[in-house]
Nanobody, 114 residues
Framework: VQLQASGGGLVQAGGSLRLSCQFS????????MGWYRQAPGKQREVVAV???????NYADSVKGRFTISRDNAKNSVYLQMNSLKPEDTAVYYC?????????WGQGTQVTVSS
């Protein structure tokens, strides 16, 4: 299984970024996909998940600002992040989960300057 995340970077507060994660080696359409983040000194937390049927759920802190989506034909999951805040600064990880299978991407840094 391989997961390749991209799209992180440095952005000013109020700006936007789009994260992408492409999977190979799994039956992608059957998996729940998610984005998590970990800020320095804090535990990893869920940002957004999307079910195999395409139903999204968001952490309260990002509702209305972030949008998770998936493209099963491309084995990819995306996170559109708008109205970014300094507190969104973290390493973002993509995740694929189904039953006993749980896979993580390598993480991509998002830094939001004030």
């Amino acid at each position: 299984v391989q997961l390749q995340a991209s799209g992180g970077g440095l952005v000013q507060a109020g700006g936007s970024l789009r994260l992408s994660c492409q999977f190979s080696g799994i039956a992608f359409s059957l998996y729940v996909m998610g984005w998590y983040r970990q800020a320095p000194g804090k535990q990893r937390e869920v940002v957004a998940v999307i079910t195999s049927r395409g139903n999204p759920n968001y952490a309260d802190s990002v509702k209305g600002r972030f949008t998770i989506s998936r493209d099963n034909a491309k084995n990819s999951v995306y996170l559109q992040m708008n109205s970014l805040k300094p507190e969104d600064t973290a390493v973002y990880y993509c995740n694929a989960y189904r039953l006993e299978h749980n896979y993580w991407g390598q993480g991509t840094q998002v830094t939001v300057s004030s």
